[in-house]
């Protein structure tokens, strides 16, 4: 997608052919900085600090803190230790498991001599294979705006999203922003309503940033909008991402997106999840009890950081000092709470049989 009206991918091989170039997150809306991965330490770093971030990015800078890794050192014990080191930067998003499982099995019969080469290749691909799987998935979705817009005759289709499931989360597209996208460079008109995503911010920050860079309407909305604009017919549909959907259909997103999912469902409201298939996990069922939830520093509640009126960026404490907070980082909409799944494949019900039906290879 753009920035600054230049078409840009959010991870790539620097012209060295060694490191590793990707966006500073923490610095945006603010400021646009890219930064340099150069070790399996910067990579792992870059996403638990999360500069990078959004399940299916996380999965590919895994893949390529592998290629780094084993750049410095190509035996198995070094493998080992990528593999280790990086599983553990975040807990939700199973696209982190998939792709170092996809890199495992690119470079482990190989002889060392070759590891290397055959490792940036293979980072290289789930690369490119995310940016496809992300269009396909913006071709299914759009057809599902297109029907709304019909019945609309001409006025925008409001479409609502919650965290940051656009092209920063992925290697381009995104995945819920990937319809939206493809809607607005036809000329469909469409309006997002974008949820702050506290405590994060990702969607004030980065959706509201990267939607404004390609020239999509929208409006941002403290996270407990949602309810009120759906029971006065102001969204046409909800589309979210996912870190997570287990076998029978239950959608790990963000935390907050189950209560969309609970007012979706209150007012009539199609609920769809947009995934590209590296984010199911066909080893769970029951999402709620069996997908680990991330929780992260009570800073990130505590503190809210932003551009001050002089053009500074300051943190600043919103709670009484010693107060006790909370921090989650994702919740679990059960499957009956979702209309349908856009999918690389098309569109599918959140259920076992549909998600083993389109994707046979990975439910074995
Ligand atoms: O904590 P984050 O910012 O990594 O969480 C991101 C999300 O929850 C996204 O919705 C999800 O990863 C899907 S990204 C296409």
Known sequence: MKVNGQHTRTIWVEPDGATVGTIDQTLLPHRYATIRLATLEDAAHAIKAMQVRGAPLIGATAA???ALALRQDGCDAALERAYATL???RPTAINLKWALDEMTAA???????DRVAAAYRRAGEIADEDV?????????????IEAIAARKAGAPVNVLTHCNAGWLATVDWGTATAPIYQAHDRGLPIHVWVDETRPRNQGASLTAWELGQHGVAHTVIPDNTGGHLMQHGEVDIAIVGT???????DVCNKIGTYLKALAAQDNGVPFYVALPSPTIDFTVSDGVKEIPIEQRDADEVATMTGKTADGRIERVR???DGAKVANYGFDVTPARLVTGLITERGVI???RASLAAAFPERAA
Request: glycine share 10%.
């Open 132 to 144: 496809a799987i992300n269009a396909a998935i913006g071709r299914h979705g759009l057809a599902l």
């Open 243 to 249: 870190d997570r959907v287990t076998a029978q259909g």
């Open 349 to 351: 019900a959140a259920s």
């Open 318 to 320: 919103i709670v009484p």
């Open 107 to 113: 470079v482990r019969n190989r002889p060392r001599a």
């Open 64 to 66: 390529y803190g592998v």
């Open 87 to 89: 599983i553990a930067t």
